[in-house]
């Protein structure tokens, strides 16, 4: 519903300028996330048109087509910019080209330069400071702690982990099933978090059970005015992993669906998206594995605590052995086996996130053993045993 007002009030803005760069640029972002390469390629050709130097669309547009070979006359336009360029998402666009046209030298070397200039615009990651954050997670959110808050409430899935590690495709094959709806990436408990808790998990020793409550009518209000009664909604926002104790004691009745992958292809892939400032370990392959064994922990800490509340989902499983993977999945959810899920590319949904495009292709194994493309790097920020 959103999206179709959005697309009218920029119709309506081109209808006043039809020069308007921006409504193009505007109207490319919402054909991406509906998945139209054809209208979103079209929109971005608009905006650059009437606003060349707009390098940010010309990355949009990179990702949107579908390049064939090096002779691609878009990668020369993309290849001429990116030479002096220090715009982050032209050097991860072009990145991610070289990387389809198996020109991996190339590819690493824009990566770099867009997590080099990316680096620059975050804070600082803080190896001690964020152990000690989830060292206090775990401390706080313990076993104990969890059971002063019992009861019902609505049967929400979780899904959470990593980033880049099949979240959003997982919750589009859940999407595709008559009983679930996508909620996306929802906002509810990080804007929470971020109101109640600004230095979480500081202050979760006075969350009181009228606290947790409150919090559970609010949220049921949300899913029942967005979504209705009649399906279960997954909420796939991935950092929530660090609120699954919360969440929980929120909503008693949530199950908690994790998705896991082989670090080295999480790091490859988070090292070639650009996440955002709560993400600023992603700019560093030193760092990236350092969080990714501190989420594990985490990982491991909820489901000593939550047993078969919380389900762990490989990546490599999903993509290799789909069937099985989904009905065990939907099993252990309580939720009988629907053909409709391996067809999850067809639906026409909104996507909100960095793997808009991946999504809207059948399941395939290309991804994994991604992070082999750039071993050498691998083995010079890590020693070659420890990538064996």
């Not at 959110?141 to 929400?156: A, E, I, N, P, T």
């Not at 906002?187 to 998990?201: D, G, H, K, T, W």
Request: proline share 4%.
């Amino acid at each position: 519903k959103n999206n179709v007002e959005a697309k009218a009030h920029l119709a309506q803005a081109l209808t006043i300028n039809p020069n308007y760069a921006s409504a193009y640029y505007n109207l490319g972002n919402l054909a991406e996330q509906e998945g139209d390469r054809i209208e979103a390629c079209d929109c971005f050709e608009s905006c650059i048109s009437f606003d060349p130097s707009n390098e940010t669309a010309l990355a949009r547009l990179a990702d949107a087509h579908v390049f064939v070979d090096l002779d691609d006359p878009l990668l020369a336009r993309l290849a001429s910019v990116a030479q002096n360029s220090r715009n982050i998402d032209v050097h991860y666009s072009i990145g991610r080209v070289y990387e389809q046209m198996a020109q991996y030298d190339l590819a690493w070397r824009h990566f770099t330069r867009a997590n080099q200039l990316d680096k620059l615009t975050l804070p600082a990651y803080n190896r001690a400071v964020t152990d000690n954050i989830f060292q206090r997670i775990m401390s706080q959110c313990d076993r104990q702690w969890l059971k002063h808050y019992q009861g019902v409430s609505d049967d929400c899935v979780f899904i959470c982990g990593m980033f880049r590690t099949g979240s959003t495709l997982l919750e589009q094959v859940l999407a595709a099933h008559p009983h679930f709806s996508a909620g996306g990436e929802s906002e509810f408990f990080p804007r929470l978090v971020a109101n109640e808790f600004p230095r979480y998990p500081t202050g979760l020793d006075s969350f009181t059970v009228e606290k947790a409550n409150s919090w559970k009518t609010k949220h049921g209000a949300q899913q029942s005015k967005l979504f209705g009664d009649a399906v279960r909604v997954t909420d796939k926002r991935p950092d929530n992993f660090l609120h699954i104790g919360l969440i929980k004691a929120v909503l008693p009745s949530a199950k908690f669906v994790v998705t896991e992958r082989d670090w080295r292809d999480v790091a490859t892939s988070v090292f070639s998206t650009r996440l955002g400032p709560g993400q600023n370990y992603a700019t560093s392959l030193e760092d990236i594995p350092h969080y990714i064994d501190l989420q594990r922990d985490l990982i491991d800490h909820w489901q000593s605590i939550l047993g078969s509340d919380l389900i762990r989902i490989h990546y490599e499983d999903l993509v290799t052995r789909p069937q099985e993977t989904i009905s065990g999945l939907l099993g252990n959810l309580g939720e009988a086996w629907d053909e409709r899920c391996l067809s999850f590319n067809q639906l026409k949904n909104t996507v909100q996130t960095a793997s808009v495009w991946q999504v809207r292709e059948p399941l395939h194994a290309k991804s994994v053993g991604r992070w082999a493309h750039y071993q050498p790097h691998f083995e010079k920020a890590f020693g070659a045993n420890s990538v064996l």
